[in-house]
């Protein structure tokens, strides 16, 4: 069915019969159609799908124009453009790092957007844990958060931030990576639905702050640990109690006062990474999943992770070289890495 759109914002950018029509004319031409593609070569289009109001996007604005979205062709390349001296190479942070002498950190302040791996790379390497809703994009793009968003809205499937943490974990994930500065009721009105009233029919609405502390109370009597970490990936982990103590008290450790317990005597504040193996595991677990393991990227996106490594080994490489790294590798993304056979390689 044809969305009625309202006029862009942007009265530079095509407004939706010119988009549709352009689309059709792309397709039919056997040109690229996923995300990526269409930033590379046909911006404005990209740019006025996801500015049309209400809320089209660029899998509405595909199946508006009448294309089958699995039928596109992809494109992914297999380099990328160095911003510097614009060679193409298969690994820019070893190519800005050697050629240039240039920091990976320093590189991404000039160019934040940038990645170590090209597409084709990211896509064979990308891990992704299976969900209800099927993937139709090869990788993540802040324009697929939305895509994928409003796509479950149109599915009937439960919108408010619980539900989506329990039904599609790697989006949420990639909500936090792609829209750092942005809040989820800030997205939910970004594909024209009302956050208020998605609240409002929220399931969770009749929990009160009292049913929270209640909540954390049993656990804590049953022994289980009531700190964050375990609550929200460990044995016993429940996503929706930590969630909601976060939303009616604003913060964790809030919500265990309210509960009267002391977090340190409880061990609610037990390091994520109490043991050497423990942050092993987890620069191999960012490894398998494709994310960087940068020094730098890993401090601002994981301080947990790097001060147990500083804890545990004295320093980050020497973390690394415990798992058989070889320095050269130290300067990549973590999927690229280099390993020497040794104890803890799997």
């Known amino acids: 069915m044809l969305l009625k759109a309202k006029p862009s914002a942007d009265p530079s950018l095509p407004g939706v019969v010119e988009?549709?029509?352009?689309?059709?004319?792309?397709?039919?031409?056997?040109?690229?159609?996923?995300?990526?593609?269409?930033?590379?070569?046909?911006?404005?289009?990209?740019?006025?799908?996801?500015?049309?109001?209400?809320?089209?996007?660029?899998?509405?604005?595909?199946?508006?124009?009448?294309?089958?979205?699995?039928?596109?062709?992809?494109?992914?390349?297999?380099?990328?453009?160095?911003?510097?001296?614009?060679?193409?190479?298969?690994?820019?942070?070893?190519?800005?790092?050697?050629?240039?002498?240039?920091?990976?950190?320093?590189?991404?302040?000039?160019?934040?957007?940038?990645?170590?791996?090209?597409?084709?790379?990211?896509?064979?390497?990308?891990?992704?844990?299976?969900?209800?809703?099927?993937?139709?994009?090869?990788?993540?793009?802040?324009?697929?958060?939305?895509?994928?968003?409003?796509?479950?809205?149109?599915?009937?499937?439960?919108?408010?931030?619980?539900?989506?943490?329990?039904?599609?974990?790697?989006?949420?994930?990639?909500?936090?990576?792609?829209?750092?500065?942005?809040?989820?009721?800030?997205?939910?009105?970004?594909?024209?639905?009302?956050?208020?009233?998605?609240?409002?029919?929220?399931?969770?609405?009749t929990i009160t702050p009292e049913m929270v502390v209640q909540k954390i109370q049993q656990r804590h009597a049953e022994g289980l640990p009531v700190n964050a970490g375990e609550l929200v990936r460990g044995t016993h982990a429940d996503i929706q109690t930590y969630t909601l103590g976060l939303r009616l008290f604003g913060s964790w450790l809030e919500a265990l006062h309210a509960a009267g317990i002391d977090p340190e005597a409880s061990g609610a504040f037990v390091p994520r990474f109490a043991s050497r193996q423990a942050v092993l595991d987890e620069i191999l677990r960012r490894q398998a999943a494709g994310l960087t393991i940068l020094h730098g990227p890993v401090t601002r996106s994981d301080t947990a992770l790097a001060s147990g490594a500083y804890r545990h080994f004295g320093s980050w490489n020497l973390a690394l070289q415990a798992l058989n790294l070889t320095a050269e590798a130290e300067t990549v993304e973590g999927s690229s890495l280099k390993r020497r056979a040794g104890p803890h390689c799997r």
Request: with cysteine; aromatic share 10%; glycine share 4%.
């Open 19 to 205: 988009l549709t029509a352009a689309l059709k004319r792309l397709h039919e031409a056997g040109m690229p159609l996923n995300i990526t593609a269409a930033k590379r070569h046909y911006p404005q289009l990209l740019a006025a799908a996801f500015a049309q109001q209400p809320f089209l996007g660029w899998r509405r604005a595909l199946r508006q124009a009448g294309i089958d979205y699995s039928k596109i062709r992809v494109e992914l390349p297999s380099l990328l453009t160095c911003a510097i001296c614009d060679k193409e190479v298969g690994n820019l942070a070893n190519h800005v790092r050697l050629k240039h002498q240039v920091a990976w950190d320093e590189y991404l302040l000039d160019h934040p957007d940038a990645e170590v791996l090209p597409e084709w790379e990211r896509r064979r390497r990308s891990f992704r844990e299976w969900t209800k809703l099927a993937h139709w994009e090869p990788l993540w793009t802040p324009e697929y958060v939305l895509d994928r968003l409003s796509a479950w809205h149109e599915s009937g499937a439960a919108m408010n931030h619980v539900a989506m943490e329990e039904q599609d974990t790697p989006l949420m994930n990639s909500v936090r990576r792609w829209w750092p500065k942005h809040t989820y009721d800030e997205l939910l009105t970004k594909i024209g639905l009302d956050a208020e009233d998605i609240r409002l029919r929220d399931d969770f609405t």
